[in-house]
């Protein structure tokens, strides 16, 4: 019998060295020069060499646009509202979307496959048609001006297009389901019995949920919260169709300046200070979850 129990645990673990010692350096090599081929390459030479981008007629040093998007003052505040308009989107995901995972984590029971459905259906959709039907709710004579019109709270029809509320609206549609995914998986490792346990001790439903629950599922809103503030940092499908340009981030200015100006270099110069942006927020997550680490 102690023969059995022992040999039952090393098969696998057998199995799974075996995997492991199976994988061949080939494998490794040819994943590593897909990544600096079409990831690593294409930065390096955006970062170092951009004049083959330029026009003969006029060309300028790379410190040239640089300098242009951190000193003037036009290019500063389009720089700040690409980060405001991220952060709030992806603040508004976080209270939109924690719910919804709680909701989905604890109380669905059986209906938790439906409401999984029902945030996945979304995104198999492309999100220039779903864009599309927030601008047929946001019509002068849309499905919004209609209702509030027929409920005497509108004398007239209003635009809410071309405008910031109908550009975050858009966006929190779209990327939301990220947020809950995301809590949500976290949510999922809390073992119940811990917040029985709180409840046992004397805590009410919202000191459990405040100083154990939301505690525990910070990582869940931590991954989250990178996620949607990447995607929206590099969003301007959404703003070109809700916000009619009226709203310029770094995302819509590059896209301009590929297809109006074709001012090649300072598109590039653009795209870098994005991805710095993107990098800054990477690693302050990290941070955060290193000093988390040495705490615990």
Sequence with gaps: MSNTTSATPSAPLRRTRGFAGAVSPW??????????????????????????????????????????????????????????????????CV?????????????????????????IAPLLTSIIMRTFGWRVIFARRGILNDFLLSIDMLERPIMFLNGPGSVVVGLVHVLVPFMVLSIASVLRSIDPQIEESARILGANRFQTFLRVTFPLSLDGIGTGFIIVFLLANGSF????????????????????????????????????????????????????????????
């Design 27 to 92: 494998w490794i090599l040819l994943a590593g020069a897909f990544l600096v081929f079409f990831f690593v390459a294409p930065i390096a030479n955006n970062l170092l060499n951009t004049d083959n981008l330029a026009t003969l007629a006029e060309r300028n040093p790379p410190s040239f646009y640089y300098k242009k998007l951190l000193t003037d003052a036009y290019y500063l505040k389009i720089v700040g509202v690409t980060v405001a308009l991220s952060v709030g989107v992806t603040l508004i």
């Design 95 to 119: 209270l939109v979307g924690y719910p919804v995972a709680l909701y989905l984590v604890r109380y669905a029971g059986r209906w938790s496959g439906l409401v999984i459905f029902l945030l």
């Design 237 to 296: 499908v959404t703003l070109l169709l809700l916000g009619g340009g009226e709203l310029r981030t770094l995302p819509l200015l590059i896209y301009q300046q590929f297809t109006i100006s074709r001012d090649f270099q300072f598109a590039a110069a653009m795209s870098n200070v994005l991805l710095a942006i993107a990098v800054g927020c990477l690693y302050l997550q990290l941070r955060l979850i290193r000093r988390k680490g040495v705490k615990g």
